[in-house]
């Protein structure tokens, strides 16, 4: 399957865990559209782990838990598909899935042509459990192929966590989305220790195969099955803008049905979304505008070229104590002061204009855990 940019939605995994079932998985639908989010290009729904019944039927195949899905699978499906949404399911390359359900190992054929027939749109697929005798590449391959046979257009999500030099040959796979990490929590910690992961893979991303910084935390507030204490809402928001920044698909992990306004603000920022979806998909390069005072490595500053000739810029600060002051000349990202192009800035969060003077955009009080994003408009005069 080509996927152009990347995917945006919702998956049950970081406030639900276990906790699924029929009535929610409809309700999720619901508040996608009815909140605008849909709108806004979440259109992902995914059933994470624990759907199944332990033992497959005595024809080999996935049985779906007759407690939480007492109309089947297929019943869901539509129920999300009539809502103008896609559907994701979860499955993993071992015996078993993580949380102990049967996993695909060699059921790859049979389980793809259920989630088929079931309506599935989006497949993840988990690294527990699995063979000693298969490489993980190979299973990716294979669940990929078999996918590929059912002739239905299933988004393959892989999830090997990084594990094994994952970013080596994940894009071999026909995987089109890979997550690079292991699992995110809903703490500040657990986000710093991430994007650390991206950079030491350089905050790459491949065509048609993208770097998923796992689901986001954007409002869980210390609650439900990822809780590690919970964010301040700047937290959420330099987490939000790093993974949009970075090109990471954009699924949102709290609970929909009862989000604040904060919440929604932060998910429904479109500017930051627009950078996250542009087409040309060009990876941010880290700005040689370190502070003196300050480690660039704490309060890193990225550009990064959008399709239609304008740039994104973002800082983020990382550091506990220290607030930050940064400036990025004109030449320093592909803007040649003698060319007469007439620039605006937009403060992506604030919405105020910044200034440019003397060829230079100037940024100040970049707060410990915050960030700072903009998008310049680029004209020619
Ligand atoms: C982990 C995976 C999580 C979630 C969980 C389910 O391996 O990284 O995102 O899917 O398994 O058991």
């Not at 502070?291 to 740039?311: F, W």
């Amino acid at each position: 399957m080509m996927v152009n940019k990347p995917p945006m939605g919702i998956n049950t995994w970081n406030t639900f865990g276990s906790k699924i079932d029929e009535k929610l998985i409809m309700q999720m639908a619901d508040t996608l559209v009815e909140s605008g989010l849909k709108d806004l290009g979440y259109e992902y729904l995914v059933i994470d782990d624990c759907w199944s019944q332990k033992k497959r039927d005595k024809d080999g195949r996935l049985v779906p838990d007759k407690n939480k899905f007492p109309n089947g699978m297929k019943a869901v499906a539509d129920y999300v598909h009539s809502k103008g949404l896609k559907f994701g399911m979860y499955s993993c390359v071992g015996t078993m899935t993580c949380a102990g359900y049967p996993g695909s190992y060699r059921h790859e054929y049979i389980d793809a042509q259920t989630f088929a027939e079931w309506g599935v749109d989006f497949l993840k697929y988990d690294y527990c459990y699995r063979s000693k005798s298969t490489a993980g590449v190979e299973s990716y391959r294979k669940m990929s192929t078999a996918l590929k046979a059912t002739g239905r257009d299933i988004l393959f999500s892989a999830c090997s966590w990084g594990h094994d030099d994952t970013h080596k040959w994940i894009d071999t796979t026909g995987a089109n989305i890979w997550r690079a990490t292991t699992d995110i929590k809903d703490s500040w910690k657990k986000v710093k220790e991430l994007v650390s992961v991206s950079n030491e893979i350089g905050n790459l991303n491949f065509i048609n195969c993208f770097t998923d910084l796992d689901m986001l935390i954007v409002g869980m507030r210390g609650m439900g099955f990822c809780a590690e204490g919970g964010c301040t809402d700047d937290e959420y928001i330099t987490h939000f803008s790093y993974w949009a920044f970075f090109g990471s698909p954009l699924m949102i992990g709290c609970d929909i049905r009862d989000m604040d306004e904060k919440t929604f603000s932060i998910l429904s920022n479109k500017d930051i979304i627009e950078i996250n979806q542009d087409s040309e998909l060009n990876r941010p390069y880290l700005l040689r505008c370190s502070d003196a005072m300050i480690d660039k490595i704490e309060v890193p500053g990225y550009a990064k070229q959008l399709s239609n000739g304008d740039i994104a810029l973002a800082f983020f600060n990382f550091s506990d104590e220290k607030t930050a002051s940064r400036y990025v000349t004109l030449d320093m990202i592909g803007l040649d002061a003698d060319i007469p192009l007439e620039c605006t800035v937009k403060d992506l969060w604030s919405g105020e204009a910044l200034e440019i003077s003397n060829d230079t955009i100037r940024v100040e009080k970049i707060e410990p855990h915050c960030c700072k994003v903009y998008r310049i408009s680029v004209k020619a005069v």
